[in-house]
């Protein structure tokens, strides 16, 4: 259990500090005490608004069901773990990278970093495609006027409900909405896209598709499953719809409690910005490894520094994966 | 363990394996979500979260420990780390959470109903 590398004599070179660590990785440390208790504190937020929440939140494997290339297929958790996997595996050529540069193999250490460098990449366009699907939303859902998303269900062939799209019974109606834009209305003023059908086309199709129901947001406890109303109450609960809302933003979102996308929005934003930064650091690091900057300071302690805040970028994924996709 | 002149590829890999498969044990609890621990609970959070909580924590501590080569710092630079993130994060969840609780039941048995 002895300290780690200390090749330097000089403090301020990164030379041996207090606790036989030197100061440079200690300040690493603190830094990562001070981010972790930042990401805690979104994620106690989170919990906060969940349990304030706690009968009506949107269930998590019914919005992260996307899988790519099976179009359709209810596939939760998959792709989420996939992305773990990548973030673990990254992690792993990291801590290699700084095996190898205890040993001052510099082209090991250049082609661990390199990898891990190609890792970050793939992790940040994988969130991107999750949010790609995020924003876009599936079925589509609407607004009451009381703030509450309704989503609509029909009974599948094995008897339990399953989600129906928008698009498959709205009705479609003469009524003609043009998208208010900077060079069709007042020159400094657009709008929001609108959605492609209107309040009343939803209420409309409703009515004629005699084999949908409402679902809404709260969740029976006893079958730990979203509540479908019966046919004349969803009809009355329909009648309340102020807004059609397909996909999600920072205002509203068809899952359910607004709070949820913005809680998903700004912490697994948050935590992609640590990913991009650490990719950024990383390539500078690389640079210098390959530079040989490092082979002449005769330590490669800047790569397991990097290395601290990469390993710290996957834990705080690990606890976002329990939080936003398992619990 | 973590000296800094030995190779720890062969632990390195191990961890590897076993983030892994805590990894692949969680999706599959989480697909399947198997009743008794779904809908049974403990301390009024149901079984299955908590044991995906304390797989989380045995995960958080193979990557600082092992990956971190937080078991190869000395004894009080790992404490005043661990101990001060630790008792933070307990005490703000703890209060945060029983604060989450508390407004959810002044919203069900109280008179206002305001979704913000």
Not at chain 1, 23 to 40: E, N
Not at chain 1, 119 to 142: D, P, R, T, Y
């Amino acid at each position: 259990m002895g300290a780690t590398v200390i090749s330097n004599e000089h403090a301020l070179d990164g030379g041996p500090g207090p606790l036989g660590a030197t100061y440079g990785k200690m300040m690493m440390w603190f830094f990562i005490l001070s981010d972790a208790l930042t990401f805690s504190g979104f994620l106690a937020a989170y919990g906060f608004s969940r349990f304030k929440f706690i009968e009506t939140w949107p269930i998590a494997d019914e919005v992260f069901n996307h899988f790519p290339f099976a179009h359709g297929v209810d596939a939760p958790m998959y792709y989420v773990a996939l992305m773990t996997f990548i973030l673990i595996f990254s992690s792993v050529t990291m801590v290699l990278a700084v095996d190898a540069g205890h040993h001052m193999k510099k082209n090991k250490v250049a082609v661990y970093m390199a990898l891990t460098i190609v890792g970050g990449f793939i992790f940040l366009g994988s969130q991107a495609w999750e949010w790609k699907n995020f924003i876009k939303g599936e079925f589509g859902a609407v607004e009451t006027s009381g703030g509450s998303i309704l989503q609509f269900v029909k009974k599948g062939e094995d008897g339990n409900y399953e989600r129906v799209k928008l698009a498959d019974f709205a009705a479609v109606l003469p009524e003609d909405r043009a998208q208010h834009s900077r060079n069709n209305g007042v020159w400094f003023m657009d709008e929001a896209t609108i959605p492609s059908h209107s309040a009343n086309e939803i209420i409309q199709g409703f009515k004629a598709h005699e084999d949908i129901l409402v679902r809404v947001e709260t969740i029976d406890p006893t079958t730990k499953k979203k509540v479908v109303l019966s046919r004349e109450e969803s009809i009355k609960r329909l009648a309340d719809t102020r807004y059609v809302v397909e996909g999600a933003n920072l205002v509203r979102n068809e899952y359910g409690s607004k709070l949820f996308a913005n809680f998903f929005f700004f912490i697994t934003g948050f935590h992609g910005f640590h990913v991009f930064t650490g990719v950024l650091i990383n390539i500078i690091i690389f640079f210098n490894v390959l530079l040989g900057t490092y082979e002449k300071r005769k330590s490669y302690e800047m790569v397991e520094k990097v290395g601290l805040y990469w390993h710290f970028v996957d834990l705080v994924w690990v606890f976002v994966f329990t939080f936003f996709y398992l619990v | 363990m973590a000296h800094a002149h030995e190779s720890n590829t062969k632990r390195i890999w191990i961890v590897f394996g076993i983030l892994s498969v805590i990894t692949i044990v969680e999706v599959l609890f989480g697909i399947y979500k198997p009743k008794s621990l779904y809908f049974n609970n403990f301390l009024s959070m149901n079984l299955l979260n908590w044991l995906f909580i304390i797989l989380t924590v045995v995960k958080a501590y193979y990557i600082t420990w092992a990956f971190m080569h937080m078991e190869g710092e000395k004894k009080w630079f790992r404490r005043s780390i661990v101990w001060t993130v630790v008792f933070l994060i307990l005490y703000l969840c703890f209060i945060i959470l029983i604060e989450g609780g508390y407004v959810f039941d002044v919203y069900k048995t109280g008179f206002i109903k305001w979704n913000f």
